[in-house]
């Protein structure tokens, strides 16, 4: 059987099933507090890790070991657009690092993952805490490039145009079952708009409309899971 994972699960069935709230779009306003680089327009890099031990690959009986573990970057938070910079490279990776190990719990990363993401409601249920419930693929790579030079402001909300590229590689394991992906999707693109705003002295953002089905069906002209 072959595995069908929407952009959608990527970021909630796959990381303790947050829920990712709708904010609705917002015109282009002031550009975002200042900061040391003009352009973070393409590729988010990300290169804030600790290494323990010898890495090994996830299989279809066992996810990877001694992956790379996703840390805070120094300026992750601050009110600057280098923070929200890395903490947008810090939420991919986070998603990338649950991917390989199984690590799916509310507790990811020590919570800081969730930490960042603006929810105004989360799942209580601890289901997905249980070995059961562990899900990982062969080469799971989730990445964001950013459309503009800078984000754009209104009120207190941030916006961000942006495309997410999601790999999981041939095979995805839930429920202790590995499931093949078919070739043609094991890469897809999604494009929207990352939201964020900075509250209690971190960024938190909103992934909704990148997320949504409806936006890129209107994109790309029907909606695509991988």
Not at 10 to 24: E, H, Q, R, W
Not at 178 to 192: D, F, H, V
Request: proline residues 4%.
């Amino acid at each position: 059987m072959s595995a069908s994972v929407s952009r959608r699960f990527l970021f909630t069935g796959a990381v303790g099933g947050a829920s990712i709230l709708f904010l609705s779009a917002c015109s282009s306003g002031a550009s975002v507090v200042a900061a040391e680089r003009t352009d973070y327009s393409g590729e988010v890099t990300f290169d804030s890790f600790r290494r323990e031990g010898e890495y090994t690959a996830p299989t279809r009986t066992e996810p990877a070991k001694n992956a790379p573990v996703p840390t805070l970057p120094h300026n992750v938070n601050e009110h600057t657009v280098a923070g929200l910079y890395s903490t947008i490279g810090f939420i991919a990776a986070s998603v990338t690092y649950a991917y390989q190990t199984g690590d799916t719990g509310r507790n990811l990363l020590d919570g800081e993952y969730h930490k960042r993401l603006d929810t105004d409601s989360q799942s209580s249920s601890d289901s997905s805490d249980s070995s059961d419930y562990k899900i990982w693929s062969e080469a799971p790579d989730i990445r964001f490039t950013l459309k503009d030079p800078m984000p754009t402001r209104e009120g207190d909300t941030y916006s961000w145009p942006a495309i997410m590229t999601a790999k999981l590689g041939s095979f995805l394991v839930s429920a202790g079952r590995a499931r093949e992906i078919p070739a043609e999707r094991r890469e897809q693109k999604y494009e929207g708009t990352i939201k964020a705003r900075y509250s209690d002295g971190v960024w938190r953002l909103k992934l909704e409309e990148l997320l949504s089905d409806d936006t890129n069906s209107r994109s790309s002209g029907g909606s695509k899971t991988i």
